[in-house]
């Protein structure tokens, strides 16, 4: 096997993360096309999103701290058998209702992917190297949702809606066999009470308990919901209403991408020398800069492409610089506990993006003022959270268990 921290793992390791993001922004070209051919709607559709991040959030809370008991390895393999299996199944789907549960046990086994993946990067990076090796991470990961729509819209045109879970049912296949034949066991340190009832609520309290943490995973929540908000309502607005082509809504989308892209790169080359503080405070600002552009142009009715993506590209460029240094802070202090402080992070980071996106579905009234209303307002909290929570804690001393 190669070794830990060589680039064959590191790309390993941002396929694994990429799970998520490519699990929802490939299909995102046909959400219009399944209101026409389950005959529901909009709502109802959306509802394949966001029961997605619910079931991603949930089953967070068990991969963590099963990876810390018995191992970042088989605890991805099991996730991702779990994946493969219901990727088939979404493909399959014959109603809505279906397809939405069918979508909740994909997530189950999606996760995995994140969650164990950022456990195994403080493994073998360390605290230190993390952010910096996150960041680099993220910025490649942005691939799949820069490519993803694209594709799905292509895919889309040819050959139908279906043809989107075929093809994750072969990406689940590819990444198994690289699991199973590249990844060492990375976790040097296993805790056998790690899934202990007790022990579990006993660790979630006392991180939940840290101010510094609870900033993090608030700014971390809230910065990765404005995303979902564009995720979850894009697609209606600008196919929907602005008549895009499946195509053309992917090129769109592409450029949107380009911005976390450039944010990602930037964090990779200045986290190490300025500081996760700075980039994190300079990325809150420029986000909110991004949301309050947005809902300016929506409440003077501006509804044009440039007047969608120009103010998501902005606050996702803040999201690219903050993201990586708000995770690598959050789960960096806890060596002997990564998995379950990776597990807490991410369930709030979906809990609250699931609900942003049901929210912009539920009020969707073919203006952008719903989307771009929840990306200014989560852009409004991750600075918050990072002025009240994270600041006035500096000086608070964090346990290293």
């Known amino acids: 096997m190669p070794r830990s921290d060589s680039l064959v793992i590191r790309v390993l390791l941002t396929a694994l993360v990429a799970f998520g993001p490519l699990s929802t922004d490939l299909y995102l070209p046909s959400l219009p096309i399944l209101v026409r051919v389950f005959d529901t709607d909009i709502a109802m559709v959306q509802l394949t999103l966001s029961v997605f991040l619910v079931g991603f959030a949930v089953s967070q809370l068990v991969y963590g701290p099963m990876s810390d008991r018995f191992g970042r390895r088989p605890t991805l393999l099991v996730g991702i058998c779990v994946y493969l299996v ?45 952010a910096t090796v996150l960041a680099y991470m993220s910025m490649a990961m942005t691939l799949a949702p820069a490519i993803g729509p694209v594709l799905g819209g292509a895919l889309t045109e040819l050959f139908g809606w279906r043809s989107n879970f075929i093809l994750l049912t072969g990406f689940a296949v590819v990444i198994l066999a690289a699991v199973w034949s590249l990844l060492g066991e990375t976790n040097t340190a296993r805790d056998s009470e790690a899934l202990n009832p007790g022990r579990m609520a006993a660790n979630y309290l006392m991180l939940l308990r840290n101010r510094r943490f609870v900033g993090y995973v608030l700014i971390v929540a809230c910065s990765y919901s404005g995303i979902f908000a564009f995720i979850s309502g894009s697609s209606f607005l600008l196919i929907g209403q602005m008549h895009l082509s499946p195509a053309q809504y992917g090129m769109s989308f592409a450029t949107v991408v380009l911005g976390y892209t450039l944010g990602s790169l930037l964090a990779g080359k200045l986290s190490h020398r300025l500081g996760g503080a700075r980039m994190i405070r300079i990325g809150t600002l420029v986000s909110v800069s991004g949301g309050a552009l947005g809902v300016g142009l929506a409440l003077a009715g501006v509804l044009q492409i440039a007047s969608v993506v120009a103010p998501v590209f902005l606050f996702i460029l803040g999201a690219g610089l903050t993201l990586p240094n708000a995770t690598a802070n959050a789960v960096g202090p806890y ?28 009020l969707h009234n073919g203006t952008a003022l719903p989307m771009m209303g929840a990306i200014g307002l989560v852009g409004l909290g991750a600075l918050l959270s990072h002025r009240l929570l994270v600041v006035p804690g500096s000086e608070q001393s964090t346990p290293s268990p």
């Open 86 to 130: 219901a990727s088939a199944v979404c493909a399959l789907a014959t109603s809505v209702e279906g397809l939405i549960a069918a979508r909740f046990f994909q997530a189950l086994g999606a996760c995995c992917g994140p969650v164990v993946g950022r456990a195994v990067v403080r493994d073998v990076f360390g605290r230190d190297r993390a």
């Open 335 to 362: 060596p002997t506990m990564a998995g379950l402080a990776s597990s807490l992070l991410g369930f709030f980071q979906m809990t609250i993006a699931a609900l942003v996106g049901l929210g912009v579905g539920h």
